[in-house]
């Protein structure tokens, strides 16, 4: 849906590598994508992602991978395990409220694994963090000193090259709270994940509005909201329109700043409430608005998968741990 699709551009843009060959045509690509949450929207082109379930409830990719083989009665087994987890005032039903809680956590971890990861591999120097001239190598394959030199360069693809450098060093620079000049595990996750992290909103919403406000008055209409991605039909106009007015909450017409970080950088808690509402509606039997453990062990393929739908999972770090 385009909604994800453009937080996850706007949010979670990363640096963009070059070869030898593609640096004499001037052509880039991305060198690698940071996923933020889940791996997946939740629908694509209309069609529902059963991964983006698993995972909601796993809470990593990696072991959501590996348990894709996982035979049907193991799983069951092993999601019956964490339902007594989801449980937690033990009471032999899992509430809307529990499930999003629990949801949010494996958002939250999915987010800290691939900060860890990132982290790990950026900080060549195993020092306590990740320095800016790390982080361009890491990202977009360049050092300090070539990426000087394309400020030289006046074509409109390395303009947009250097611009998107640019606001990743001021992005940068919000998440280094300590000011060590150094990005620690913690900021650079605040700085691969903004949307959890209240102090890096206001560069969000500022590249969005360099992105989209045509106008340059501060504020959104539909058509700039849009942006290139015009509805090819007008059922899809209509939806988008009322997507725009979800986040227009005056109803004036525009989204105005705060408007827009609302609709760029939603909580986790508005998305797990939302996969948590999509679960039950999928697993409870009875209607009664909450599940059973057998309700949710029935409907394994749907939350954990399974080897019978190719989907399988395992939560063995979140189980180790205390949520």
């Not at 004499?24 to 082109?45: A, L, N, Q, T, V």
């Not at 971890?109 to 591999?121: C, G, I, N, P, T």
């Not at 394959?141 to 303009?159: N, R």
Request: aromatic content about 8%.
């Amino acid at each position: 849906m385009f909604k994800t699709v453009f937080i996850l551009s706007v949010c979670l843009a990363v640096g963009i590598l070059a070869d030898n060959d593609k640096k004499e045509k001037g052509k880039f690509e991305k060198k690698e994508d940071i996923h933020h949450g889940p791996s997946s929207d939740h629908y694509h082109d209309g069609k529902h992602d059963a991964e983006y379930d698993h995972e909601s409830i796993i809470g990593s990719h990696e072991q959501a991978e590996e348990y894709k083989h996982l035979e049907p009665e193991e799983a069951k087994k092993r999601l019956g395990q964490l339902v007594e987890r989801m449980d937690v005032n033990t009471d032999g039903s899992v509430t809307e409220e529990e499930l999003t809680a629990w949801i949010k956590k494996s958002f939250n971890q999915l987010d800290r694994d691939e900060a860890q990861r990132q982290f790990e591999q950026a900080n060549k120097d195993q020092n306590n963090g990740v320095s800016w001239e790390e982080y361009v190598d890491k990202m977009y394959g360049y050092s300090l000193d070539e990426v000087k030199e394309f400020a030289k360069d006046t074509s409109e693809e390395m303009k947009n090259f250097v611009k998107m450098l640019d606001f990743d060093k001021k992005k940068f620079a919000a998440a280094d709270v300590s000011k060590d000049e150094l990005l620690d595990l913690a900021e650079y996750d605040s700085f691969l994940h903004p949307q959890e992290h209240k102090h890096m909103a206001p560069l969000e919403v500022e590249r969005t509005l360099d992105d989209h406000d045509k106008n340059k008055d501060g504020k959104l209409t539909f058509e700039e909201f849009m942006g290139e991605n015009v509805p090819e039909n007008e059922e899809d106009k209509i939806a988008e329109k009322e997507h725009f007015s979800e986040h227009d909450k005056n109803k004036d017409g525009h989204l105005d700043k705060d408007e827009i970080k609302h609709w760029v950088l939603p909580t986790f808690d508005e998305s797990a409430l939302e996969e948590a509402k999509h679960l039950i509606k999928e697993a409870d039997a009875d209607k009664d608005g909450k599940l059973s453990k057998e309700e949710i062990v029935n409907a394994h393929e749907t939350f954990v998968g399974s080897q019978a739908t190719d989907y399988g999972n395992h939560l063995d770090q979140l189980m180790r741990e205390e949520l």
